[in-house]
């Protein structure tokens, strides 16, 4: 085995490299001081008397060179070290007082952005990204509830501090009133108040309304095909928002699709008051709709 320290010249970082260049192309790297001067002297004439020749030879000839100096220890144990020797107490104080300055800074001039930074126009997803967020902010649009059947007089049993630990009161005495037809479009007027759009500030597309959504003094238009076909309400316009979710106006919407009873009726069988065949869709469907919902009794 090779002596400690020759395996490619001294350095634990270095020494593969040494060894590579060595290998591959027959470069040596210069002389370098020894700690183990003695063991490879002691190896070389070992291999020499013995006639070997060239094994050991070769492991220690770089420690026959001229020995120097790398450039790292000039570097760091001439000037510089010098240098550090002489000014280290002022360093360490310059260096506390630059720490006490940036943190200064951060205590007296650091501040919440007062407007949100833009992701930037260089590329089309980042573009969309930021698209998204001001046109659909569903994680940060305010909610808006409106719930039927609170007490009138005093709607809150008790206040939380998060709106969903919140404890409404409850009059039970509502339950009676939208069994009847007159509390049930009394509801639905409440759901398609919104409906009044931008004019009355009642939906519109930014905070100067009651709800985000569609600005029209209209409901979104449906999907027809959707709605004669399956008896759905869909928008035609995936983007268009309503501002809200109403199962009175899903019950209006189902008694105006099952109205007469159409569904499966061929041509022959549709021809009746509250039915019409549809040419396109091929199918018996009702003449109501969910406008004309009167109010069912219970």
């Known amino acids: 085995p090779r002596s400690p320290g020759t395996c490619g010249g001294p350095g634990c970082c270095w020494g593969f490299w040494r060894w590579l260049l060595h290998s591959v192309c027959g470069c040596r790297p210069a002389a370098e001081p020894s700690r183990y001067g003695a063991a490879a002297g002691v190896g070389a004439g070992a291999g020499a ?32 070290f010098g240098f550090l020797e002489r000014m280290k107490l002022p360093l360490l104080l310059a260096w506390i007082l630059v720490a006490a300055v940036m943190g200064c800074s951060m205590v ?10 833009e992701i930037g126009t260089g590329l089309e997803a980042t ?19 409106y719930v039927f059947g609170l007490d009138a007089s005093k709607p809150m049993l008790q206040w939380g501090s998060t709106r969903v630990a919140d404890s409404p009161r409850f009059d039970s005495r509502s339950t009676e009133e939208l069994a ?31 709800m985000l959504g569609h600005g029209g003094a209209e409901n979104c238009p449906r999907d027809e095909e959707v709605w004669r076909t399956e008896g759905v309400y869909m928008p035609k316009d995936v983007s268009c928002a309503s501002g809200r979710y109403c199962f009175m106006e899903e019950l ?14 061929t041509v022959t069988s549709c021809g009746r ?26």
């Open 108 to 117: 007296f001039f650091l501040q919440p952005a007062r407007e949100r930074t």
């Open 127 to 145: 573009r969309g990204a930021e698209i998204l967020q001001k046109e659909f902010p569903s994680s940060n649009a305010i909610a808006v509830s």
């Open 49 to 80: 008397g013995a006639g070997a020749g060239g094994a050991v030879a070769e492991d220690v000839l770089y420690e026959e060179k001229v020995p120097h100096k790398r450039w790292l220890e000039v570097a760091f144990a001439g000037s510089f």
């Open 273 to 298: 008051i509250l039915c019409k065949w549809d040419s396109r869709y091929q199918r018996c469907l009702p003449t109501a709709n969910e406008s004309d919902y009167p109010g069912l009794p219970v």
């Open 252 to 265: 209006a919407q189902y008694w105006a699709y099952t109205r007469g009873e159409c569904q499966g009726r």
């Open 180 to 210: 009847t037809p007159e509390g049930q479009l009394e509801l639905l007027a409440l759901c398609r108040a919104p409906d009044f759009g931008r004019a009355a500030k009642a939906r519109c597309e930014n905070a100067t309304c009651l």
